[in-house]
């Protein structure tokens, strides 16, 4: 497997987490720079270690969760999604309102956008290559993807305000429908 196959694999498992992050910036959770990094470097953490951990896992316990798998994503961003979604809906201006860049959301988040990569490492120990250079690529495209849509994001959040939280939750549930859907019908 080529470098050139390795980033558009890295690019489609970046698509979710760059999704959450522009649906993070503008709900207006990435005003300072603390909160990008948590963003962009916990997507990426995660999508690295993710095939990493598939890779070491093997067949047989993957196979298991895989049954499992889409269903946890869809509840874990639906879960946050329908949150924003009340959050954004509230006209009173709440300035202990849930940042999702922090804490176990933020871990949720993490774990909900990088299931796939789990399977990723899967399929590359099946495929006898060595899981640690296709692993960092995907960490570092996802957070430069991250970063490009947290900026997007933001724009948008100037633009739109508060709306944009809402959206953002959308955006989310959305996200874990289609992970779901996709799943279902694809049987895997």
Sequence with gaps: MGTFDIIVIAMGLAMDAAAVSLAAAAGGFAGN?????????HFGLFQFMMPVLGWFLGVGFVSYFKAVDHWIAFGLLAFVGFRMIREGMDT????????????????????????????????????????????????????????????????LGTLFGK??????????????????????????
């Design 92 to 155: 009173a201006e709440d300035p202990m309102r849930k940042d999702p860049s922090r804490g176990m959301t933020m871990v949720m988040l993490s774990l909900a956008t990088s299931i796939d990569a789990l399977a990723v490492g899967l399929s590359l120990a099946m495929m006898d290559i060595n899981i640690w250079y296709p692993s960092v690529m995907i960490g570092v495209i996802t957070s430069a993807m991250s970063l490009s849509a947290i900026a997007m994001g933001k724009r």
């Design 163 to 188: 709306r944009m939280e809402v959206a953002g939750g959308v955006i989310l549930v959305c996200i874990g429908l289609r992970i779901l859907i996709v799943s279902l019908m694809t049987g895997s």
């Design 33 to 41: 720079g603390r909160a990008v990094f948590r963003l962009a470097f």
